[in-house]
Each structure stands twice: as C-alpha cells, then as structure tokens.
C-alpha cells in the first residue's frame, strides 16, 4: 500500500502538464499483460524542457484489457455508410435551402467525415465528478490533469500516436490533440471535456458545443452527490441530439464497500437518468482513482500485489472497462452507435424544423387571413369609389336634367296659344325674341357646377383613401410586428392624382363639350321659331279664310256655316296643333338631353374613372408587397413541411437498417 502511496505521489503532475512537445525518442511498447492483471503506463524522467522538468511516456502501450483490432465494416456496413453520407448530403442541402445557421450545416458535415474516423468516446460530467481520472484509469497512466478545483478547461482529444508522433498538439485555445502510444486509442478517440457548473462559463458551453459530435457519451457523476438538478439539465441536452449514453457512478469507493448503498444509489441515477433521456441507460458505479492507482501500482512493480489487486476489484472498473472494450470489438454493436450517432443530430435538425415549419404555418395561415382581410376591404373601397363617382355623375346628370326641364317649360310656353297670339307678328317674322327665351331655359354654367363636382369626389376620395390606408395598415404593422423583411408600407402619394384629376376637368375647357349651351340654344330655337311661325301662319291662314267667307256669305246659312268653319279652323290651329308641335319637340328634347347625359358622363366620368382607378391601384400595389411575401412565406413552410416530412421517413428507414444490423 505505502509502495502504491509513493507511486502515485511521485507522479502527481499530469502527462499534459509536462508535455510540451512531441517526444524526442520512440515509445518502445510492451506486451499487454493478461486481461484480469491491470497494468499502466508509468512516466519517467526525460530531458528538460522550458519550463524544468519534462517526462515522456515508457511503457505507454500497457493498458488493462485487450487492444482492439477487430475490423469495424463489412458489406452491409459500407452500404449503409454510402446511405447516410446521401442522407446526410439532403440534410446539409435542406439546411442550405432553409437558409439555417452556418454551423448547423458545418455540423453536419463534420459528422459526415466522422463516419470513416474512429470510434469517439466523450466524457462529460460537472467539475470534480472524476471525469480526468476516469479518463486516466482507461489508459492506464495520469494523462489528463485531476484536482478538487475545474482543471480541464480545454477539450482534450486522446488520440493514439507512437514514436516521433507522441506528443501534444495546440489546435487553438480551446481544443488540445494528444497524441499517445495506448493501443485502445487506435480503435477511439477518447474525448475529456471541461467540467460543467463552473464558474467559468465558457467551460460548459465547451462541453455542451462538443456533444454533437461524439458518439458515444460516458456520463460521470459523483456519489457525493449523485444527479444534482444541473446534471439533469445537461442529461436533458444530451437527449435532444439522441446520444447514446452510458452513466459512470464514480467514487463509490465512498461507501467503503456498502453494495447496499451503492445498488441504492446506483438505481437511483439509472432511474432518474432514464426519464430524462426517454430510456434508461446502463449505469457503473466505480472508483475511478481505485483503479488509476491499481494500474499504477501494478507498472510500477509494487511488492503487495495482493493490495493491488483488491484496489482493482474494489474499483469495479474491470466492468465499465468490459462494457467499452466489448462495445468497440463487437463490428455490429460497434457499428450501429456510430451509425446512428450522426442521425441523432439529423433527427434534432428535423424536429427543431417541423416544429418549426408548424409555428410557421399557423403564423402564415394568419397571414393569409390577413390577405384575405386586406382584398376583401379593398373590394369593399373599390366599390365605395365607385358608387362615389356614380353619385358624382348623377348630380351631373341631374344638372342637365334641370336644363332639360326649363327647356322644355320655354318650349311649352313659346308654342301656347296665349303666347302664340300675343306675339303673332313676331312669330310670323322669325324675330330672336323666341332664341332670347331659349337662351335664358338654357343658361347654365356648367364649368362651375362641374368644378363643385370635381371638389367634392376629391374629397371623398381624400376620406376614403385615409380610412382606408389606416385599417390595411395597421393590419399589416401588426402582422410584421418583431419579423425582419426587410421592407416597410408605403403610402401611396394621392395627392399627385388628384392634382390632376382637378386639373384636367377644371382648367381644360372641353372638359364637358358633350352639352354646349350656346350650340343647344341656336338649335333649339330654330326648330321652336319655325313651329312658332308655323302655328301663327295657320292661325293667320284660317282668320283670313273665316273673314273672306263671312265677307262672301254675308247672310243665312251659308254664313253660319263659315262662321263655324273659322272657329273650328281657329280652334286646331291654336289649340290642337301647337300641342302637336310640343309633343314633336320635347320628343327631340329629351333625345338631345340623352345625348347630353351620356357624353358627359363618358368625358367627365371618364378622366374621374382614371383617377379612381389610379388610387385604387396604387393602394393595391402598397400593400402587394406585404401579400406576396406573405404567401411565399406559407409556400416556403409548406414546402419545409414536405422536405422535413420526406426526410424523416428517410430516417427512420435508415434506423431500422441499422437496428437489423
């Protein structure tokens, strides 16, 4: 046991400590001992190095357990190999296509190449679980440092290396290569990472930032405090890249030999941990720094063998050791943890992304409500314009109708009897008394009234537009709320529309030439004169007939006879005919004020319509920006739905190739 105390003390500094490059001379291995007789690589003293003392490894390649040289393919192995590293390409190409984080497609690719590398065993655990001498009772010699404070603070990756290959490589501040003659270390990579729940917290982001790449995950926890809640937590991380792992109890040497106490513990940490992983895992209660001492006292040559071997059995490393090395020399067991390591990560990929691509479609289904919204309210607007202009148009129409009316009160009253008989001679002589009437019936300003009309469609137009550039507009802020687009509303600019819309039917002067008063005046008044003249001619025919037959016939019945013929005559001229004649003119009256109606309402309605047209697509086109970002959007999840989906099945067809392994 002193002999034992001594070795240990006297290599208290770790192989890394003293390391600070590659050995000078070649490690000479020797044979491995047998199976159940540990043994360690003991470090000597070498030739100084900067900093003093320096040590190289004698005796490295002594290890406990037999090396490992079982191939690890075969046909079925290598196909499945070309699978994955296709899966894995899909992967990589979904991630690119999905625009995801460059680090998740470098992860992927890492374990793409890790496929046709050895087998990668990472121990993780909190500061002072005994992760480094656990590491160190592997290969049999103090590699890794070991304390009672955080003395990992870099990811150190135990490589195998032999002669001038042995030695320490620095790839940068946080990842450290060492290289080392163990023959275990040809068949894996051993992984030590910095304790989690430091201080230091870069150390477990570390650690946690490593976990994706490993494929096999060696969990130390410490008796002295068995699953602390922060060692669930990281459990739980590990389960989300669908890791393999194995639960290290260490230092059950605590107990001081109560099975009971360690079974106790022991299902506990399985129990628990399987919750927490979905399953449970198996589970080794050892004492890491036991075993480490054992192999160092059996290199070293103690004299008490026997002490040495009860270190060795009490350690009970000889099982998690078994577990390892089996694990490693059984091709198909072997190969399916590496198999499925990487799938474990595609399947956390694929998850994050279906869930992902669920979030996203009930956001973009709330999104194409709110399309729908956006084009029913502008349907809604474009009908509101509209029925405002048709408003507009019929108190035009309304104008002229008006016009249409006094017309036709002048014509009524130019062709009466009364008016007829009292103005006789200037009907007979076509005088501009009857165009005066005319002209007065007539006499509207219509670029004033039209510019009433312009005015207030304008307007209307601005309220419209306000009310409804405020309600599309604040359902689209509110649904870009916290996404980054890249693009923002913009109102569109009606004041440039309306400018010339007001413009071109107030200030040009044929604006409204579908009714010119001047042209209707002349013409009506040529057809009212020559009715007037008309009428007063047959009046004055049948007066003049009636007095030269009364004259003729002056007695008897004869007389009578003309004299009722006069009346009669008298009586259709001036009663009968001049309602003919109205009746004939107001028929043409209303023909011309329907062609007045409708070329007005083309030439006003027209450039109003433009106007109208114009605002309704500019505010189309504010809010197209929004609506066909949005549907690409539901296109795009729909599309991430599919591809996730497709690549799921390819996964899990892969697994089960794997499992029937």
Request: hydrophobic share 40%; aromatic share 6%.
């Amino acid at each position: 046991a002193k002999a034992t105390e001594a070795s240990a003390s006297s290599s208290s500094d770790s192989y890394l400590d003293n390391l600070s490059a590659p050995a000078e001379a070649k490690a000479k291995p020797q044979a491995p001992a047998a199976p159940a007789a540990p043994v360690a690589a003991a470090p000597v003293a070498a030739a100084d190095s900067v900093q003093g003392t320096a040590t190289i490894v004698k005796d490295a390649a002594k290890i406990a357990g037999p090396s490992v040289n079982v191939p690890f393919s075969d046909a079925k192995v290598d196909e499945l190999v070309q699978d994955e590293v296709a899966f894995i390409d899909d992967m990589c190409q979904l991630l690119a296509d999905l625009e995801a984080k460059d680090r998740d497609v470098t992860l992927l690719l890492d374990l793409k190449q890790n496929l046709q590398q050895l087998f990668s065993v990472v121990v993780v655990g909190e500061f002072n679980a005994g992760k480094s001498s656990l590491v160190n009772a592997l290969l049999g010699s103090k590699f890794c440092k070991e304390g009672v404070v955080p003395t990992t603070t870099t990811i150190n990756m135990l490589r195998y290396g032999d002669g001038e290959q042995t030695g320490l490589s620095q790839r940068n501040k946080d990842y450290i290569e060492l290289f080392l003659p163990v023959p275990l270390l040809k068949q894996v990579t051993i992984v030590d990472t910095p304790g989690t729940n430091a201080i230091i917290r870069e150390q477990t982001l570390l650690t946690k930032g490593f976990i994706p790449q490993s494929d096999l995950i060696l969990f130390v926890t410490s008796a002295e405090r068995p699953l602390t809640e922060t060692e669930g937590q990281l459990l739980q991380y590990i389960q989300t890249w669908g890791k393999k792992v194995v639960m290290v109890l260490n230092k059950v040497d605590l107990f001081e030999g109560n099975e009971e106490d360690i079974e106790e513990v022991r299902r506990f940490v399985q129990t628990n941990a399987g919750n927490m992983l979905g399953t449970e895992p198996p589970v080794y209660a050892v004492a890491g720094r036991l075993a480490l001492n054992s192999k160092l006292g059996r290199a070293d040559g103690v004299s008490d063998a026997a002490n040495v071997d009860k270190m060795w059995k009490d350690s009970k490393f000889e099982f998690l050791e078994d577990y390892i090395v089996k694990t490693l020399t059984n091709r198909k067991e072997a190969a399916k943890v590496k198999l499925d390591s990487p799938l474990g990560v595609a399947e956390k990929f694929l998850t994050n992304y279906d869930k992902a691509s669920a979030a996203g479609a009930l956001v973009s289904e709330d999104d194409i409500e709110t399309i729908a919204q956006i084009t029913e309210s502008l349907a809604s607007y474009e009908k509101a314009i509209e029925s405002e202009l048709q408003s507009r148009l019929d108190s035009l129409d309304a104008i002229l109708a008006s016009v249409q009316r006094r017309a036709k009160a002048t014509v009524g009253k130019v062709l009466s009897s009364g008016y007829i008989t009292t103005n006789i001679v200037g009907c007979l002589t076509r005088s501009k008394s009857i165009e005066s009437e005319l002209r007065t019936a007539l006499d509207v300003d219509l670029s004033a009234e039209l510019e009433t009309v312009v005015r207030s469609f304008s307007q209307s137009l601005r309220d419209k537009e306000n009310a409804q550039w405020l309600l599309c507009s604040a359902l689209v802020k509110e649904r870009l709320r916290g996404r980054a687009w890249g693009f923002e509303l913009e109102r569109p600019d009606l004041a440039i529309v309306l400018q010339n819309l007001e413009e071109r039917l107030v200030s040009e002067k044929d604006a409204a030439k579908g009714f010119n008063p001047d042209t209707e005046t002349v013409l009506l008044s040529e057809s009212v004169t020559q009715k007037a003249f008309d009428v007063a001619a047959a009046s004055t025919a049948v007066g003049g007939a009636g007095l030269l037959m009364l004259e003729v016939f002056n007695a008897g019945l004869l007389d009578f006879l003309a004299f009722v013929a006069t009346i009669a005559g008298m009586t259709f001229s001036l009663g009968f005919y001049p309602t003919m004649l109205q009746d004939d003119l107001v028929n043409e009256l209303e023909e011309r004020s329907k062609t007045w109606k409708q070329a007005v309402r083309e030439e006003v309605g027209g450039i109003m319509r433009e106007a109208a047209d114009q605002n309704i697509y500019e505010m189309q086109t504010a809010f197209k920006v929004y609506t066909d970002a949005a549907r690409a959007e539901n296109e795009k999840w729909k599309m991430v739905a599919s591809r996730v989906k497709e690549n799921q099945a390819n996964l899990v067809k892969l697994r089960a190739r794997i499992n029937g392994l």
